[in-house]
């Protein structure tokens, strides 16, 4: 009974709880009974109640408190006069003055929110700052002033600075520092993670800097914040480093205090955090910015996380793969997660994490349109209907045929290849299995954070080759049909009907037990054709389409008729 309250946090006069456990649907005063507390709900939002604790006794509050934490629940400070939600932009979204400005209005349009805003750094500014660094390893340090990258993050932030109208001493102690860091590269002919990860930090830190400065210059009062400086405690693992629990409670207090002693709209760098043991800047892997949105959703327990991108949010498929991919409008974390892990780039792969655990719904909108309705993630959705959701793509993917040279029975073959993929620390993706074989795919960046050398793979094989006859099959494809598989059969025979009528032939299949996604796995050169021909069969229901599209192919357009979609 007493697990069905997670404590929020006090804020003046209120105590915020977040009821679980299905006792939302209760009124939320026998949730609170739940601590024998004679108390009287101040306000409702979602699972959520705040609490007067003026009306209660003192020792009954401290008591929901003590309770809580010795139970070991996640304590964050919550209040109904603190932030309201968080609005996340990507670097498409602030990529010049303009989108700035029009992100500015944005916020503004909503004047009912009071919102902590993550930013990205601008358009491409983390790649520019990746290639800067590789060539400062080789240029020689009286170079480093003219490398090119370098002499368009200088000029594309004062531009940005000077048609704001800001103060250009925002950011010029960081372009000096920027300047510096990458001659010290130059001098030691060495860029490592961890450097890498501190070089990247600057384009977050100057983002938010001109966008804070910005506000504050209309009008609008703004607090910047470096992640790493409010709580952001991550893994020591640079490149790629993941939140730790402690993240939460921190980042609560820091960013409810400010709130509280100051009111100011808080602009937080995205995608970076802070090494626990080495205490350097850490990032969260590319895209990691989405990360920081739902991390901070879920250490203030707000009712909503906005991730505002520059397409109508999660599409049927890539757009740059087949432009007509339509909006998903509603999505699960489940899904999402599946769909983000699986390549579709819209989302990063771990964000979907502390929404779900925090059951908060995550938006995904367009800053380019902002009356587009956008895709809503949330806990569980009606799937009555649902067949297909998104066709998600992920290339240059490593195939391993593994066939285990003992007799068939053999117990422990599978708990050897994995061990061996465990003690490499290689990522698996999509596997199939018979009793004596086993196929899999590897994860070609390991989450984004390196290549996958063809040294490793020799290693990898070397290896399983003392168990079992290995063949390895680089250049392939994984095709992830997002969707509802409990309609598998439904979805596979759709599939492999437009598979078969372009003569490709799927080389290996897996139903992932999350029970969201099927993935074929295809040469990489036939790859895109196929993830076109089955929007097509899925998502677009006009026969004669189809007709135009295949007419010239291989196989007989009839037999594509699309049944139910
Ligand atoms: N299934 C998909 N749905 C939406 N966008 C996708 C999908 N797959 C790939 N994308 C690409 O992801 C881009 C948005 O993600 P990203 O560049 O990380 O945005 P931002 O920088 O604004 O955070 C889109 O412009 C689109 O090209
Ligand atoms: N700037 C970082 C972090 C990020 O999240 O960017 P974006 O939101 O533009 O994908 C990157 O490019 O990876």
């Known amino acids: 009974m007493a697990s069905a309250l997670q404590l929020q946090g006090v804020q003046g006069n209120y105590l915020c709880v977040s009821v679980r456990r299905g006792l939302h649907h209760c009124k939320p005063q026998i949730g609170f009974a739940a601590f024998g507390a004679p108390v009287c709900a101040r306000r409702v939002w979602g699972n959520r109640v705040a609490f ?300 979907m994490r502390p929404a779900r655990e925090s059951d908060i719904p995550v938006r995904v909108k367009n800053s380019y349109n902002p009356k587009a309705p956008g895709t809503l993630i949330t806990k569980a959705r009606d799937m009555s209907k649902a067949v297909l959701t998104s066709i998600v793509l992920k290339r240059n993917v490593t195939m391993l045929d593994i066939v285990s040279t003992r007799m068939l029975g053999q117990y422990g073959f599978l708990a050897k290849v994995f061990s061996i993929f465990e003690e490499l620390g290689i990522s698996v993706d999509v596997v199939a299995t018979s009793e004596v074989s086993v196929s899999l795919t590897l994860d070609p960046s390991k989450l984004w954070s390196r290549e996958l050398i063809q040294q490793e793979l020799d290693h990898v094989v070397e290896e399983l080759e003392k168990i079992a006859v290995v063949n390895l099959l680089q250049n392939r494809s994984i095709i992830s049909l997002i969707g509802n598989v409990q309609r598998s059969s439904l979805i596979l025979e759709k599939a492999f009907r437009v598979l078969r009528t372009l003569g490709i032939t799927v080389q290996m299949i897996s139903q992932g037990a999350s029970k969201v996604n099927i993935s074929l796995v295809v040469n990489d050169s036939e790859a895109e054709q196929c993830v076109r021909a089955l929007h097509l069969a899925f998502f677009e229901s006009e026969l004669s389409e189809l007709e135009m599209d295949y007419k010239n192919g291989n196989g007989s357009v009839h037999e594509l008729s699309l049944g139910d979609t």
């Open 52 to 351: 007067n604790v003026t009306t209660c006794k003192a020792s009954t509050t401290s008591d929901v408190i003590e309770k809580s934490v010795t139970e070991n629940r996640v304590v964050s400070i919550e209040g109904e006069t603190s932030f309201t939600c968080v609005m996340k932009f990507g670097g498409s979204s602030v990529a010049s003055a303009e989108r700035m400005k029009e992100v500015a209005t944005l916020i503004l349009s909503f004047p009912e929110e009071r919102p902590i805003v993550v930013l990205s750094a601008m358009g491409k500014t983390t790649n520019k700052l990746l290639l800067a660094g590789e060539k400062a390893v080789s240029c020689g340090v009286t170079n480093v002033s003219s490398i090119e990258e370098l002499c368009f993050i200088k000029d594309l932030h004062l531009r940005t600075v000077d048609q704001l109208g800001v103060d250009g001493s925002v950011i010029a102690k960081h372009l000096e520092e920027l300047e510096q860091l990458l001659k010290g590269i130059a001098m030691m002919k060495e860029l490592t993670k961890r450097t890498q990860d501190y070089l990247v930090s600057f384009g977050e830190c100057m983002s938010t800097r001109i966008f804070a400065a910005y506000l504050n210059k209309i009008g609008v009062k703004a607090r910047q914040y470096d992640a790493f400086e409010i709580g952001f405690i991550t893994t020591d693992d640079f490149t790629n480093a993941d939140i730790l629990e402690a993240t939460y409670p921190a980042v609560a207090k820091r960013l409810h205090g400010d709130w509280l002693s100051d009111p100011a709209i808080a602009i937080v760098t995205g995608f970076l955090g802070k090494a626990q043991k080495s205490c350097a800047v850490t990032t969260l892997g590319r895209g990691g910015s989405d990360l920081t949105a739902t991390a901070i959703g879920k250490a203030l327990g707000l009712p909503e996380i906005q991730v505002w991108k520059d397409v109508d949010g999660v599409l049927t498929c890539d757009p740059n793969i087949y432009p007509k991919a339509e909006p998903v409008p509603y999505l699960t974390f489940d899904e999402a997660a599946e769909l983000a892990y699986f390549g579709a780039q819209v989302l990063h792969p771990q964000s």
